[in-house]
């Protein structure tokens, strides 16, 4: 006899669900426009004071960064991966800048490697107010939004062909932004 199952009762406010290519897409258009402010800031002081060529070649770089970031996370992101990996991803993001807004710098490996070796004491100066609340905008909110969405459940034919039409179109609009730019 078999038992019967209970309806489940709504959740409210009903969950968002979203494929995985669709959340790295979501993704790379955060961290490009979002977490990238003192890079295209930057940028833009280095380029002609024409308003019209600042906003191509901003938004050329923009769409790079789109991009190589959806390409790059499409090639490691699988369905039980993308939510922790955009997640860590996001809370170093966001902490990388605010440093670089807050002290005009550019994190490179080097950077990361003194950090992980800095003295406890020496890293509560770095504490801020200013800190916080950028980490509850730029990776509080974020991460909690990423953990309240559903990830969609496809068929594998179906995940295959959206993974690769998100890795060639990142490929294609990456490679026409360079020539774009470039030209």
Not at 83 to 94: E, F
Request: proline content about 7%; cysteine-free; charged content about 15%.
């Amino acid at each position: 006899m078999l038992a019967a199952t209970a309806p489940r009762a709504p959740t409210f406010p009903p969950r968002p669900s979203i494929t995985t290519e669709r959340l790295i897409l979501v993704a790379s258009v955060f961290w490009a426009l979002a977490l990238n402010r003192p890079f295209f800031s930057a940028a833009l002081r280095a380029q002609a004071p024409d308003a019209l060529s600042n906003a191509a070649f901003a938004a050329g770089l923009a769409l790079m960064l789109i991009a190589l970031q959806a390409l790059l996370l499409g090639l490691v992101g699988t369905r039980h991966t993308i939510k922790p990996l955009l997640a860590v991803l996001t809370l170093v993001g966001a902490l990388a800048m605010h440093y670089m807004q807050a002290y005009g710098v550019v994190i490179d490996p080097s950077m990361v490697r003194n950090t992980l070796h800095t003295d406890p004491a020496e890293t509560r100066e770095l504490l801020s107010w200013r800190l916080a609340l950028d980490l509850l905008l730029y990776a509080a909110l974020p991460i909690a939004l990423l953990v309240f969405t559903r990830l969609e459940v496809r068929p594998w034919g179906r995940r295959v062909r959206a993974r690769a039409l998100l890795l060639a179109g990142s490929a294609v609009l990456f490679a026409l932004a360079l020539m774009w730019q470039f030209q």
